[in-house]
């Protein structure tokens, strides 16, 4: 199996994306984001790639931004007009932090494969530089307008693979791994240790096992606004057929009873989460039990006893007689939530999922209020 960096982060994020982008190579169109980044990248490679270390002008660096200026997937000439002017201040300023310590990178747009847990990894490095008394340094260009966490940048997959690569085709350990985000004009850098490496191998084999057995399961997240394939994930489909007309009218009168009910179902849980507190006060005061209405009554049980959760006393009591297992059980809903929440170590959630007892959640229906995929589906 081939894999790289953007697949593997694709797969992590949603494994639909994944089926449709890698296994399926559905077209996607051109967008400004990513010619605009791959506008800048271009330039800064050629800026880099010089045989002297001293650093052209600011007026080459933008020229060269010119001749690879690459137009597709802008709306109009306006809007490519404002990216370009974009595009000449970023690199504008990174002439100015950068012009003074040109020096001839060690590598540049360096293509390298690695095999890793059975996976060929491949990726493209876009900077090396040997550090001024030793070391080296690998760097990154990002076009995102902001800075990640911190931690994010600790645990960063690409960084993790490029040092793995370092080591296995240079046989060096670069000393510095540097996310440069151009737009603001900051660098993160940061280190790799055997326990990010060994993160890494894990994280390679976990994707690798899924993609083999089939797992493409939609993962909904905070990119699905700017995700290509809406129209044909499991999500979103249903929303964007609808707007060539209702394929299935008959499920749509199913769909808007379930709604209305879950609606009401939540109105009737809220009324009676305030009705109860008075009928309580008022059997409280008065030294009532029960308090009939004209149809039924309404009885006021108080609680009897109250147990603490199940403790290590309990415990020590019922499993001398082998009865611990008869009140405790696994929460299929929280175990599931727990292994998708991802904070679990790889080998661990997979020691999860392997295990004997059924690890799965019920089928269950969720109530989405109307939201912008509904609404507006080309957008
Ligand atoms: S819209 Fe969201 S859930 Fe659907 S494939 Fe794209 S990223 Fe995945």
């Given at each position: 199996?081939?894999?790289?960096?953007?697949?593997?982060?694709?797969?992590?994020?949603?494994?639909?994306?994944?089926?449709?982008?890698?296994e399926?190579?559905?077209?996607?169109?051109p967008?400004?984001?990513?010619?605009?980044?791959?506008s800048?990248?271009?330039?800064?490679?050629?800026?880099?790639?010089?045989?002297?270390?001293?650093?052209?002008?600011?007026?080459?660096?933008l020229?060269?931004?010119d001749?690879?200026?690459?137009?597709?997937?802008?709306?109009?000439?306006?809007?490519?007009?404002?990216?370009?002017?974009?595009?000449?201040?970023?690199?504008a300023?990174?002439?100015?932090?950068?012009?003074?310590?040109?020096?001839?990178p060690?590598?540049?747009?360096?293509?390298?494969?690695?095999?890793?847990?059975?996976?060929?990894?491949?990726g493209?490095?876009?900077?090396m530089?040997?550090?001024?008394?030793?070391?080296?340094e690998i760097?990154?260009?990002?076009?995102?307008?902001?800075?990640?966490?911190?931690?994010?940048?600790?645990?960063?997959?690409?960084?993790?693979?490029?040092?793995?690569?370092?080591?296995?085709?240079?046989?060096?350990?670069?000393?510095?791994?540097?996310?440069?985000?151009?737009?603001p004009?900051?660098?993160?850098?940061?280190?790799?240790?055997?326990?990010?490496?060994?993160?890494?191998?894990?994280?390679?084999?976990?994707?690798?096992e899924r993609?083999?057995?089939?797992?493409?399961?939609?993962?909904?997240?905070?990119?699905?606004?700017?995700?290509?394939?809406?129209?044909?994930?499991?999500?979103?489909?249903?929303?964007?057929?609808?707007?060539?007309g209702?394929?299935?009218?008959?499920m749509?009168?199913?769909?808007?009873?379930?709604?209305?009910?879950?609606?009401?179902?939540?109105?009737?849980?809220?009324?009676?989460?305030?009705?109860?507190?008075?009928?309580?006060?008022?059997?409280?005061?008065?030294?009532?039990?029960?308090?009939?209405?004209s149809?039924?009554?309404?009885?006021d049980?108080?609680?009897?006893?109250?147990?603490?959760?199940?403790?290590?006393?309990v415990r020590?009591?019922?499993?001398?007689?082998?009865?611990?297992?008869?009140?405790?059980?696994?929460?299929?809903?929280?175990l599931?939530?727990?292994?998708?929440?991802?904070?679990?170590?790889?080998?661990?959630?997979?020691?999860l999922?392997?295990?004997?007892?059924?690890?799965?959640?019920?089928?269950?229906?969720?109530?989405?209020?109307?939201?912008?995929?509904?609404?507006?589906p080309?957008?």
């Amino acid at each position: 199996m081939r894999l790289s960096y953007s697949s593997i982060n694709t797969y992590e994020t949603c494994p639909a994306k994944y089926r449709f982008q890698y296994e399926e190579r559905l077209p996607t169109a051109p967008s400004p984001a990513l010619s605009f980044g791959d506008s800048l990248h271009r330039a800064l490679h050629r800026f880099h790639a010089r045989p002297v270390p001293i650093a052209p002008s600011l007026g080459e660096l933008l020229e060269t931004l010119d001749e690879v200026w690459v137009s597709d997937g802008y709306a109009d000439q306006a809007e490519e007009a404002a990216y370009r002017e974009h595009a000449r201040q970023v690199l504008a300023q990174y002439h100015r932090e950068n012009a003074e310590a040109y020096r001839i990178p060690a590598a540049l747009e360096f293509r390298f494969e690695i095999e890793v847990e059975g996976v060929t990894l491949s990726g493209v490095i876009d900077r090396m530089d040997r550090i001024p008394g030793g070391g080296y340094e690998i760097i990154d260009y990002k076009t995102n307008r902001r800075l990640p966490p911190r931690e994010r940048v600790e645990r960063d997959l690409q960084l993790s693979i490029y040092h793995l690569a370092a080591r296995e085709v240079w046989g060096i350990e670069p000393e510095r791994l540097t996310l440069y985000y151009l737009l603001p004009g900051q660098r993160m850098t940061t280190a790799r240790t055997r326990a990010h490496i060994d993160e890494l191998r894990r994280r390679v084999a976990t994707v690798a096992e899924r993609i083999a057995a089939g797992r493409f399961e939609p993962k909904q997240n905070p990119l699905c606004d700017w995700c290509a394939f809406r129209p044909r994930c499991p999500l979103f489909r249903h929303a964007y057929e609808r707007q060539e007309g209702d394929p299935a009218p008959r499920m749509t009168a199913v769909v808007d009873e379930w709604i209305s009910l879950k609606r009401r179902t939540r109105e009737i849980a809220r009324r009676l989460e305030e009705l109860a507190p008075l009928i309580h006060a008022f059997c409280e005061e008065h030294g009532y039990r029960r308090l009939f209405g004209s149809d039924g009554a309404a009885v006021d049980r108080r609680p009897q006893h109250v147990t603490e959760p199940v403790d290590e006393r309990v415990r020590g009591i019922l499993e001398p007689l082998g009865l611990w297992d008869r009140v405790v059980s696994v929460d299929p809903e929280k175990l599931s939530a727990l292994i998708e929440s991802r904070i679990l170590p790889p080998e661990v959630e997979d020691a999860l999922l392997a295990s004997r007892r059924e690890v799965r959640t019920r089928h269950a229906l969720v109530l989405r209020e109307a939201e912008r995929a509904a609404e507006r589906p080309g957008g």
